[in-house]
Structure formats: structure tokens, C-alpha cells
């Protein structure tokens, strides 16, 4: 009997010391990537990195400006969201409530597909399709634009919106629904004053989610938003070439000597991306436990 | 049960040992079973050295020629550190190098294995068939940005680059910019690739790239860097009438000696040079 609790006990630890490894990569993660980011800061003011305009690290003496990826982040993000969220709801309000349960079933793994495909095949799709299209239709100089990066983006954030937001309509109690039909009202009426308030908290947090997969994509929108660091005007800079802050690492990364100046300068960037992503994950975290509690009152 | 778990898992970690082992006899048995050599570095050389190690290890059974990319400043920074044989290069060692692969007891040696050529491409349907080298400044650093400016349509210029990591980058920085800041709204490509694929799309783009890389779907310019306009071929490539060649190098610690001589060697032998023009450079 003795024996058997020890041997409980030892795979209990060992279960703890797994899990505990993720929490220890974590921490040294963050350690490394903020260490290295600090270390620009002997040479280089905190302010002139957030306030400034000019990326030029190559130059001497070179600039650290964040405002130009920073803004390219953003207005890419701020596209995608506003491309894919109402496509992403609207889809997932037809498949969980509209869609005949045949029609959903072959749905369903169509969307998810559609996340499974590796990003430099979106970006390869976005180069050859997307880019010439733009630049055609809308008669611009390049379609390497902000406008392309959202419209793949808001394409590869798709899937976690519709599937997200689907796990939270569905998890509207029936009896609210059935409420809302026994006194009378429509079943659209029913989708957009019962249901949709009722999920509401669930969708948020499928936006952010959304929100969280656009703004740390990086090799789709390296390759479709032709990555000049200028800041973008709002919102005509969305027909612009934009680069983004994930874009800025990875182009860069590749040849910076270890320890210069330009190296800490884009752990510096990474550090910036970690903090955004982690607020964005707090916020989504925070509105799905909103959510939780809601449904059990 | 427990002891079955027990005994897959003591089968496991025996596999496990023996396939490390295993792998470690490959890397070390250059003694014995067959010699090898290493060779890390520039990415623009990498189809080169591995087409040429193909050729070779199919004329010497028992050789074995590795091959890693990179880029060039990875491939020094092992030669430096003594972890491979030869480091390819697309650009020459800077100073720093030198001195720290001294300071380490390595002694880089030069071997120039063939010649590359930048071309300066656009569109098939832009008017521009040749440009000055004073014209390609303008247009990459800013002061030029309509096509008519050059002699072209009434089109505004789409400038591409590629990033700063890229060998190609720092030679067209250095020999046609000489120096200067690319222009802030150069879109900036990821790859040879991704520049030839918007040439190809964009009527209003001039984009670099090397000349292994051209095909039917861009044009490539005639540079004239002051003596008469030349087009990118082989033959003036190899004249140097064409302004934008650079050569492609192999280093060494020190003279080379048995495999690493053998490579070099063959590939400025007849076979050798065949395959350097297969891949679309120029034999040295």
C-alpha cells in the first residue's frame, strides 16, 4: 500500500516538475528577451526609441525609432479585425444557429483547414493574387500595401474567430433561447437581442484572440506588405507599404552581429511585442471570465 | 505492466544511444571510412558549392563535401571559431574578421571560386532599356522618383530592395549607392524571389538581383558606369566590361591541403566550371 502511494507520489512530482518547465522556459524567455532589449538603453534614450520617426538602423549613427513598425503593426492589425470580425461572427451565428446541422458538419472542417494552412502559403497566395489585384483595382503604385497584410491577415484570423465565437453562441443556455421563442419573437429576433447579448463576452474574447494571431503573425506579412519603415498616415496609410514589428526582427535578425547595437535594438522591438500580445491575452482572458460567471448566475 | 513500461522504456533509451552514436561515427569517420569536409556560409554561393559537391562526391565515392547556408557572415563566424574547413562567401572579409580569426590562431585564405553578376531588372513592358550608374543612385537614394525623370513614361518609380541581411544588399549599397541610405519608401523583399515575382507584376518597379536568377519575365537593364551602356551576359561579365560583378569566395585556414584543395580544384577543372554555368555564375 505504502509503495503504491510512493509511487503516486513520485509520478505526481514528476507530473509537477513537466509543468513546471513551462512556467522556468517562461521566466528565462522573458529574462533573456528583456536583458537583451535593456541593453540598447546604454547608448540610445527609452524616449527616442518609443518617440521616435526613423528606423534607419544600418545608418551612422543609426536610429531606433518604434513609431514607424508600431504603427505598422497597428493599422495591419486594425484592418484585419475590421475585415474578419463581422465576416467571422456572421459565419459563426450561421453555423451554430442557421445552418442546417448536415450543412454545419461539413462546414466545420473547412474552417478549421483553413488554420491549418502554414503562413508562407498565405503569403505566397497574398504575393501572386492578392498584391496584383489591389494594385490593379485600386490603381496604386504597389498593391505591396498595409490594406494586403490585412486582407490575409483577417483571412488567417478567420478560423479562431468563427470557432471561438461558435463554442460561445453555443454555449448560450437553451433556456433562454427557448424563452425568447415561447414569448413570441422571431428566431432572428431571437439571434441579435437573446443570443448574440448573451455571447457577447465569448465573441470579445474571439476578437482578441483574432487580435492576438494578427499582431504576432510574421512571414505572410513580410511578404505582401512591402515592408517600408514610415509611418503610416490613418487611415489612407492602409493603401501604403507598412512594415510591422514581427517583419522588422525577422528581416533583420538574420545578419546583425551578436551584441551590436542594432541586435539589442530588436530584442528591444521583441520585448515592445511581447508586452502588446500579453495585454492583448490578459484582456481576452479576463472578458471570457466574465463570461463564465455570467452563465452560471 | 510497471515492468514493461520499464523494459520499453531502458529499449528506448538503447535506441536512443545507439542512433547518437551512430550519428557521431558519421561526423568523425573522416579517418577511416571515407574523408569529409565542411562548408558553411553565403547563401548567394550555397546552389554553387552544392551542385559542385554533388559532381564531386559523384567522381570520388568514399569523399563526402557537406554543404550549410547561412549567409556569409555565419559561414566566417564558424571558419573563425574552427568548427568547418571553408567558409563561401558572397563579399570579401571585413578587417574585424581577419583580426579576430588571428587572434584564434586561424589564418583566412582568399580563393576566388567563381563570378556573380548583379543585374538591374524591370518590367518587360517599360520603355527603359539601359540606365546610367548615376541614374540608379538617383532612383535608390530618392532624388529621382518618375520614370520620365530617366527618360521613361509618366509613371511613378516602385523601388525594390532586398533586407539588410542579404550579401546582395550590401554590395549594391556599397558599389552603386556608394555608400548612402537606401530611400525610406524602397519596399524591401525578403528574397531574390519576392523582388522578380513584383517585377513581373508591376509595370513601375525596378528591382536587383543576381544574374542566376533572370528569366523571360523581367528585363534586365544595360548599366553604364561611364564607358558605353553594357548588358548583363556572359561574356561581358566575364570581361568586366559589366560594372556590377563581384566575385564569390572560399576561405581557408591556411593553405589548402588534401579534401579541401581537392574541392577547390575541381571546381576550376573542366567539370567543374561546366557545372558553375549550369547554376548561372561565371567560372573564376
Known sequence: ?297 | MFKRSMLSVTTLLVVMSLALFGAGCVGNNSDDGGEAIMVKGSDTVLPLAQAEAEVFMNENPGKYVSIIGGGSGVGIAALIDGEVDIAMTSRAMKDVEIENAHNNGINPLQHTIAWDGISVIVNPENPISELTFEQIKAIYVGDVSNWNEVGGEDREIVVLSRDSSSGTYEYFKDEVLEGNEFRADALINPSTGSIIQTVMQNKAAIGYAGVAYLGNDVKALAVDAGEGAEEPTAENILSGAYPLARPLYFYTDGEPAGLNLEFIEFISSELGSETVLEVGYFPA
Open chain 1, 1 to 297: 500500500m505504502s509503495r503504491r502511494n510512493n509511487k503516486e507520489k513520485a509520478i505526481e512530482v514528476a507530473l509537477l516538475m513537466t509543468s513546471g518547465v513551462t512556467i522556468v522556459a517562461l521566466f528565462l524567455l522573458c529574462i533573456f528577451l528583456f536583458r537583451e532589449g535593456a541593453l540598447l538603453f546604454g547608448d540610445h534614450s527609452l524616449v527616442s526609441f518609443i518617440t521616435g520617426t526613423s528606423w534607419y538602423p544600418s545608418s551612422s549613427p543609426a536610429k531606433f525609432g518604434l513609431l514607424p513598425l508600431l504603427a505598422g503593426s497597428l493599422i495591419v492589425t486594425a484592418g484585419a479585425i475590421i475585415l474578419s470580425v463581422p465576416l467571422g461572427i456572421a459565419a459563426a451565428i450561421y453555423m451554430a444557429e442557421l445552418a442546417d446541422p448536415r450543412i454545419a458538419q461539413i462546414l466545420k472542417p473547412f474552417v478549421e483547414i483553413l488554420a491549418g494552412i502554414p503562413s508562407v502559403v498565405y503569403g505566397f497566395f497574398g504575393l501572386i493574387v492578392v498584391v496584383p489585384l489591389l494594385q490593379d483595382l485600386l490603381s496604386l503604385p504597389t498593391g505591396q500595401t498595409a490594406l494586403a497584410g490585412s486582407i490575409m491577415l483577417g483571412m488567417m484570423a478567420l478560423p479562431t474567430i468563427i470557432s471561438v465565437a461558435e463554442d460561445a453562441i453555443n454555449s448560450v443556455p437553451l433556456s433562454l433561447k427557448e424563452g425568447s421563442l415561447a414569448l413570441g419573437s422571431t428566431h432572428w429576433q431571437t439571434i441579435y437581442r437573446v443570443i448574440l447579448p448573451a455571447a457577447l463576452s465569448g465573441i470579445s474574447a474571439a476578437v482578441m484572440l483574432g487580435i492576438g494571431r494578427a499582431i504576432g503573425e510574421t512571414m505572410t506579412v513580410m511578404m505582401v506588405t512591402g515592408n517600408t519603415a514610415i509611418i503610416p498616415g490613418i487611415p489612407e496609410g492602409l493603401f501604403d507599404p507598412v512594415r510591422t514589428m514581427t517583419a522588422t526582427i525577422a528581416l533583420e535578425m538574420g545578419e546583425v552581429p551578436q551584441g551590436s547595437e542594432h541586435f539589442h535594438a530588436l530584442f528591444a522591438v521583441g520585448a515592445v511585442l511581447f508586452i502588446t500580445t500579453f495585454i492583448i491575452n490578459l484582456i481576452a482572458d479576463s472578458v471570457k471570465k466574465k463570461y463564465r460567471l455570467q452563465e452560471e448566475a
